[in-house]
């Protein structure tokens, strides 16, 4: 082997070893962002225990769902949807099992802003726009007033709209904080 071709051989094994630490940070930085955005998430539902007036309650447990969806893509964001509901019910319950259809909902919530902001040449709000309206009346509305519904042995037409009373405004309340934290988001590279 001439002395060119080991220069060359020594300078793609360097740039292969910038790839793989580079991953490897990328990977770090990506189990961090879900970590704080899981315990950001599990406040906010604690949180909104507190904030909750007969069938109405204030919370804010859709930011860091809507936020990992952006930045981590469908699947961070379902994960950080996921694991939030499961530790909040765990937490929250009063001794009943996690409902799955909530769990279900409250995962693609995550999922769908993920895909949202896969979509190609749209403006982040138009992006926000289609996760919110998807996201709001597929799983919020949707799956999570059904499940409800079959525990409550309630109508899932009354049910639905009571919710889009009491659910909606709180949903695109939370949509709309994001929307203002773009600038914010793009700061600091999760955007």
């Known amino acids: 082997m001439n002395k060119s071709s080991q220069e060359i051989a020594t300078v793609k094994t360097e740039a292969n070893r910038g790839k793989e630490k580079k991953k490897k940070i990328i990977g770090t930085r990506q189990i961090t962002y879900r970590a704080i955005l899981v315990a950001l998430a599990l406040v906010c539902k604690l949180m909104g225990q507190m904030f909750s007036f007969g069938d109405f309650k204030i919370t804010f447990v859709y930011l860091p769902w809507i936020i990992a969806g952006i930045a981590m893509g469908p699947l961070g964001g379902a994960a950080v949807a996921f694991i939030t509901d499961l530790i909040g019910t765990l937490i929250i319950?009063?001794?009943?099992?996690?409902?799955?259809?909530?769990?279900?909902?409250?995962?693609?919530?995550?999922?769908?802003?993920?895909?949202?902001?896969?979509?190609?040449?749209?403006?982040?709000?138009?992006?926000?726009l289609i996760g919110t309206a998807v996201a709001l009346f597929a799983c919020t509305l949707g799956i999570g007033t059904y499940q409800l519904a079959l525990i409550s042995n309630t109508s899932f037409k009354s049910l639905f709209i009571l919710r889009i009373s009491t659910q909606a405004p709180v949903f695109l309340l939370n949509a709309v904080i994001v929307g203002f934290l773009f600038p914010v988001l793009k700061k600091i590279d999760l955007m």
Do not use: E, M, V, Y
């Open 93 to 128: 319950s009063t001794g009943g099992l996690p409902l799955p259809l909530t769990i279900l909902s409250n995962t693609l919530i995550g999922f769908i802003f993920g895909l949202a902001f896969k979509i190609p040449k749209i403006d982040p709000r138009l992006k926000l």
